[in-house]
Structures are given as C-alpha cells and as structure tokens.
C-alpha cells in the first residue's frame, strides 16, 4: 500500500471540460474540498473519492459522483485509488463543462483518466503498519536517543521529564526494533 505526504494536482482536458484532480492526504479532505468549492464557483462537479485505515486497522472507502450520472465519476475515481493500493488518500476531481456532452463511458474514461494522471505523477510512499513504545533513560543519553530517532526516522510524539526522561515513540516496527536493538543498554522499555 502507497501513501502521500503532500497535495498533487493534474489538469485534463477532455472535448472542452477541464477534469483538475487534486490528490491529498485525507487527513486535510474536508478543508481541501470547501476550499476548492470557494476557489472553483464556476464548476459544475466536485467529484470525490477516498480510503483510508481507520483505529481497527480497516480500509474505509467512499466516492461521490456530486450531480454526474450515477457510477460515472466517483466510483471510478475510487477503484483508481484502489487498484494502485493507495491508502489514507482522497481525491477531488473539479470538473469544468466544455459544452460538449462525454455519454456515461466518456465521463467514466475522463474521470479515470484524470485520477491516473495525478496518481502518476505524484510521489508515492510505501505505507507500513507503525506502532508506538515508550521508552525511559538518563538525561545523559538524551542526545544519543535523539541521534537514533532521527537515523531510524522515528516520530518522537511525546517527552515527559521527571527522575527519568521519558519518550513516547511512533514508527513502523521494523524501525523502532532497530532503535531499541541499537540502544539495548541505553533504554528500557516501559510497558
């Protein structure tokens, strides 16, 4: 599974209706789509589509064709995102009509289209499951744990200061065994 970490926009151009893709991460959906719909009073669609994991690790997974002909638009913006495994990503298609009518297989054509050129152009990140430890050490070794959490690219989410110090790691697995590997006699792990 593929994953972005910043917004992407293609233009296409079909008969006269410019189809402008947006790829998102879906965390900022809802903001991106009333700042589209402020940006773009003049278009005739906002088509969307979306997946992402929720807390019980499932994909969850919603299109809307926003006034075109049903199953010609959101639907298959949806199975672009997921034919290229694509998770914790939205896409918001603003379509401009050119005056000449595409018929449902030429909208669902320039819908896909324009989801797979934006797709195609973006940079995608290998998404992989992250899990969260904390772990408790001397202030002395503050500045060691520091260096390993930025070699292993680990996301510190919390400090605490106290006899002790104490971080609250986030990262995928593989890393954060590494991390703890690396600083065996460093660190504990506090359960």
């Known amino acids: 599974m593929y994953f972005i970490k910043k917004e992407f ?3 296409l151009e079909v008969k006269q209706s410019k189809f402008i893709a947006h790829l998102i991460p879906y965390d900022i959906y809802e903001s991106t ?13 906002f088509v969307t589509a979306y ?11 919603h299109s809307s064709d926003d006034g075109e ?14 034919g290229k495994e694509l998770i914790n ?20 054509r320039a819908y896909s289209d324009a989801v797979n050129l934006v797709v195609e152009n973006a940079e995608l990140l290998e998404y992989k499951k992250e899990t969260s430890v904390i772990v408790v050490f001397d202030y002395s ?19 605490l200061f106290d006899a002790k ?19 065996k006699r460093v660190v504990q792990v506090r359960q």
């Open 9 to 11: 926009v293609k233009t």
């Open 33 to 45: 789509l009333k700042k589209l719909q402020k940006e773009h009073p003049k278009a005739r669609h």
């Open 141 to 159: 070794d503050v500045r060691l744990v520091d260096y390993e959490c930025e070699k292993y690219d680990i996301n510190l989410e919390e400090k």
């Open 69 to 82: 002909p049903s199953g010609t638009s959101g639907k298959p913006s949806l199975m672009v995102l997921q």
């Open 51 to 61: 997946r992402y994991l929720n807390e019980y690790n499932q994909v969850v997974e």
């Open 89 to 108: 990503i939205a896409v918001i298609v603003v379509r401009y009509f050119g005056g000449t009518k595409l018929g449902t297989g030429g909208l669902v």
């Open 165 to 183: 110090v104490e971080y609250k790691l986030q990262a995928p697995k593989e890393s954060i065994d590494k991390f703890l590997l690396s600083l």
